[in-house]
């Protein structure tokens, strides 16, 4: 069965600054990959995903994610965060031939002002 | 129109007791999942509904724990005998065919603590 892997629990910045979110992942087919966001007492909600073509996928509030097939990974990242990006963001990964969508741990970023 | 409904927002039972958690998914998606969220862990894929097919039940942790979709719509989670390490979010979620590559749709989630 495929696993997620988030390398930090939380990540802690400054306003303005770039942040990286780490993201790895194991499966023995190929799957697709999805960064969710969920923001203080509310649900969680697409970023973006990668299917297929471009391996650098743009998503929603500025952020973006790279496939990086050879050493499985989909890192999130973002240039300048803004103190409304404080949330818990989720890796997820979901294989092309069934639909057991497996989640990484969460890594909590705060924006400090 | 309307995102994912679950019921109740929170929930409070005593431990052996059985809870039922609902869900109302998004009109028109025939896709359905329902996930747990324990404190400082990921979620966890539970069980997976498609249409009119049988329900994927591969994550489901025991046989206490067991899911319902009635007309392709409404789906309800019911754990029989609660026990304390049952405290966790549940979290329902639906997309529109199943294809895997598609948005899922979550609900708020139904907290529930086994006391």
């Known amino acids: 069965a495929q696993s997620v892997t988030q390398l930090d629990s939380q990540v802690p910045v400054f306003e303005e600054a770039p942040v990286e979110l780490r993201c790895n992942y194991s499966?023995?087919?190929?799957?697709?990959l999805f960064w969710y966001v969920q923001y203080p007492n509310q649900g969680l909600q697409l970023l973006l995903k990668?299917?297929?073509?471009?391996?650098l996928v743009k998503g929603i509030n500025g952020f973006e994610a790279e496939f990086n097939k050879s050493q499985t990974s989909f890192h999130l990242r973002k240039p300048s965060v803004h103190i409304s990006d404080t949330a818990e963001y989720f890796c997820?990964?979901?294989?092309?031939?069934?639909?057991?969508?497996?989640f990484g741990a969460g890594t909590r970023l705060t924006v400090k002002p | 129109g309307a995102g994912v409904s679950q019921s109740p927002s929170n929930k409070v039972t005593e431990k052996g007791k059985d809870v039922e958690l609902r869900c109302d998914p998004i009109?028109?998606?025939?896709?359905l999942y329902w996930y747990r969220q324990s404190l400082g862990q990921g979620l966890e894929f539970l069980i997976y509904?498609?249409?009119?097919?049988?329900?994927?039940k591969s994550g489901l942790p025991s046989d206490r724990f067991s899911a319902e979709r009635t007309g392709g719509s409404v789906s309800t989670l019911t754990i029989q005998r609660t026990q304390q390490e049952d405290s966790a979010v549940y979290l329902c979620?639906?997309?529109?065919?199943?294809?895997?590559?598609?948005?899922?749709?979550f609900g708020p989630g139904t907290r529930l603590l086994v006391l």
């Open positions: 997820a990964v979901i294989p092309y031939n069934n639909n057991d969508m497996r």
């Open positions: 009109s028109g998606h025939t896709a």
């Open positions: 499966s023995s087919v190929s799957v697709y």
């Open positions: 990668y299917l297929s073509g471009s391996t």
């Open positions: 979620a639906s997309s529109l065919v199943g294809t895997g590559k598609e948005t899922q749709y």
């Open positions: 509904f498609q249409g009119n097919s049988a329900p994927d």
